[in-house]
């Protein structure tokens, strides 16, 4: 008779399904959590990449100010995050060679003159990389 008992009650199937939702449950919502924090990050580099290439247009169209291209990066860049920073430096070079900017080649023409504008931005609830930094080189000259 003991054999019949145990038989029905591995045959009852009441609750298996709170069972199973109990335990695929998390994993499910585990996924959802970092899906959208892999679109967050995407979304927020994709923003820092514009800000960045619109800056850069500003000295393809001729423009020469680096405070400006700043200022142009940093009013393109749609839901910045909290601390951020962006900055332009110069370098100049003859052929491969860096130098001064003041300087001219030994050739004596002039040097091609660089501007590299770098973001920084760092966010406060990224899950995999709160931490973002992208750069566009641009030559000027």
């Known amino acids: 008779m003991k ?8 045959g009852n199937r009441d609750g298996a399904a709170a069972v199973e939702l109990a335990l695929v449950a998390p994993v499910i919502a585990g996924l959802a959590i970092l899906s959208f924090s892999v679109w967050e990050f995407g979304t927020r580099r994709q923003d820092m990449r514009s800000a960045l290439d619109a800056g850069a247009q500003y000295y393809l169209n001729g ?16 839901n910045k995050p909290q601390v951020y920073d962006v900055s332009a430096s110069r370098t100049c070079r003859c052929v491969a060679t860096v130098i001064a900017c003041a300087d001219g080649c030994p050739t004596g023409t002039p040097p091609a003159v660089y501007v590299t504008l ?3 931005g ?9 931490e973002t930094t992208l750069k566009r080189v ?3 000259r």
């Open 122 to 130: 760092v966010q406060a609830v990224a899950l995999l990389r709160p």
């Open 63 to 78: 423009g020469s100010s680096d405070l400006i291209a700043q200022a142009i990066t940093v009013e393109a860049w749609p």
């Open 118 to 120: 770098q973001a920084h």
């Open 3 to 10: 054999t019949r008992a145990a038989g029905c009650t591995f």
């Open 138 to 140: 641009v030559r000027v």
